[in-house]
């Protein structure tokens, strides 16, 4: 695409030459001459001013230098993203059937246009909806059902009476339908307990590679519809993540949580059990949740809280050196002027 297609398609306003080639996408420090890029704010100005990329797409208020031309719209993420979106269209879909490897039950149920990979097990009773695509390696266990249009990355494992809905994307080593950690100290040795809920998942849901997903002690599991979930998390058993909530890479969340609509968790954050995260909250970085929040508003910190706070104690811990001097110098005078009244 030639840049002013670019700048039409995102609904930009193209500083530059309109006629120069786009041929790929590419981040900011590592763009060539014939890449597409973007600003994700003011910290990348540095690198923009030193970018070899064609253009860059920018937020309509920036002036930074930079030598290339510009893109100007009003969110350059969103741009980038409908730009790329057009650029790197998604690979096609395998094409369907069962390879000659997997094996799949006889009464197992598979939608029209379904692919299954190599080595790809499908239990008993289990269903798998129109144009689903499952990898190489996957598992689905017996009585387990996915919707339609979805795509199982290879080495995804779905256990028993797991019900995933449509459009569903979910990456390799991801495990749904785990057992949650159910224990009893029984006579100084730990006794299991039966973990015989299940995990329901519900429309256009992405999971990241290695997510774990706990079954409900009893009853379900829940993560609602939209819900968009990052590499190496880990949601115990019985909690219910509303819809569209998103969580970073690392989140932890124990178990009966219940967390509310478009909540956010930034990276390594978590959440304590049997506490309840209401609607529109965000959770910051390594943000620790011990009691529940009703929400909306930004927590961070540990135990969490709201974000101004934390802030203002941070800072104040940073200059705790200073204020410890302080204090040792009044300390001093003080001593020194009751040395000589004594005196």
Not at 79 to 103: D, E, I, N, Q, T
Not at 198 to 219: P, Q
Not at 245 to 250: D, K, L, V
Not at 319 to 342: D, F, N, Y
Request: overall charge positive; glycine content about 14%; aromatic content about 4%.
């Amino acid at each position: 695409m030639t840049l002013a297609e670019i700048a039409q398609l995102v609904g930009g306003t193209l500083e530059g030459d309109g006629r120069l080639p786009i041929d790929g996408l590419s981040g900011v420090r590592e763009a060539g001459p014939r890449d597409l890029s973007f600003l994700a704010g003011p910290r990348y100005a540095a690198a923009a001013a030193r970018t070899r990329a064609a253009a860059l797409v920018v937020d309509r208020s920036w002036r930074g230098a930079c030598a290339c031309a510009l893109i100007r719209v009003d969110d350059p993420e969103k741009a980038f993203m409908r730009a790329a979106a057009k650029l790197a269209p998604p690979p096609p879909a395998p094409p369907p059937g069962v390879h000659p490897s997997a094996v799949v039950a006889p009464d197992a149920r598979l939608g029209t246009g379904v692919s299954v990979g190599p080595l790809c097990v499908i239990e008993s009773g289990a269903r798998v909806g129109d144009r689903s695509a499952i990898g190489a390696g996957c598992y689905i266990g017996r009585d387990a059902a996915l919707g339609r249009d979805g795509l199982l990355y290879p080495h995804v494992t779905v256990r028993e009476r797991v019900t995933i809905g449509d459009r569903a994307i979910i990456h390799s080593g991801a495990v749904i339908g785990s057992d949650g950690f159910g224990y009893v100290l029984e006579e100084g040795a730990w006794k299991k307990i039966p973990q015989i809920g299940v995990v329901t998942v519900g429309d256009d849901v992405e999971i990241g590679a290695n997510v774990t997903v706990d079954r409900a002690r009893f009853g379900r599991t829940v993560i609602g519809n939209g819900v968009k979930i990052d590499n190496l998390v880990q949601i115990a058993h019985n909690v219910v993540v509303g819809d569209h909530t998103a969580m970073a890479a690392q989140v932890g969340i124990a178990g009966s949580t219940l967390i509310g609509k478009r909540a956010q968790f930034g990276g390594q954050s978590g959440a304590a059990g049997h506490i309840e995260i209401g609607d529109g909250v965000v959770v910051a970085g390594r943000g620790g949740v011990t009691k529940s929040i009703p929400g909306p508003g930004i927590v961070s910190g540990f135990p969490a809280m709201p974000h101004d706070r934390a802030r203002r104690l941070q800072a104040h811990i940073g200059r705790l050196p200073e204020l410890k001097k302080a204090v040792e110098e009044i300390a001093r005078r003080l001593a020194e002027l009751e040395r000589r009244s004594g005196a």
